[in-house]
């Protein structure tokens, strides 16, 4: 697995040493450049999508994290996004001012939920955007979802 800190890659120990033959190395590439096509288009047509609600992709997640676990640690949340403290800070001014979120403060420790409106835009917002996704991947059969599904989950972690 390849992290990126500070410029520099870091890779697991066990993989440190391993050669890559010419067919890996153009594989590697292809997959890199087709997952990250993909994720452009999909994000590009996500926040087309839901401004209808006034939101980006990153404001929908949080409003969706934050609904479904409420409440829920700024914390937790951030590590859930796998966001920097303060882009989740940002999002969180942000979708304060919009009167959707919540932060109440115990000692040193924020805990968010969701305003009386965000509640509505969650129940508004939620089911359509999980069929708009839904679409996105229309194209493969349930046993093909459920197959990249775990590939991906495989090379995450």
Not at 19 to 35: D, H, P, T, V
Not at 93 to 113: A, I, P, Q
Request: net charge positive; charged share 30%; with cysteine.
């Amino acid at each position: 697995m390849f992290l990126i800190e500070g410029g520099w890659e870091v890779v697991k120990e066990s993989e440190k040493d391993r050669s890559f033959s010419k067919q890996e190395i153009k594989l590697g590439i292809l997959l890199w450049f087709r997952m990250t096509r993909f994720y452009n288009k999909n994000i590009k047509r996500t926040n087309n999508h839901l401004k209808k609600w006034g939101l980006t992709a990153a404001q929908f997640d949080v409003i969706s994290n934050i609904g479904k676990s409420e409440p829920i640690t700024q914390q937790e949340l951030a590590e859930k996004l796998v966001v920097t403290k303060g882009n989740i800070t940002q999002l969180l001014s942000k979708l304060e001012k919009l009167g959707l979120v919540r932060r109440d403060r115990e000692w040193k420790t924020n805990y968010l939920s969701l305003t009386d409106k965000g509640v509505a835009l969650y129940d508004d917002v939620v089911l359509e955007q999980q069929r708009f996704q839904a679409c996105q991947f229309g194209r493969l059969n349930v046993e093909e979802q459920k197959q990249l599904l775990q590939l991906l989950k495989k090379i995450q972690d």
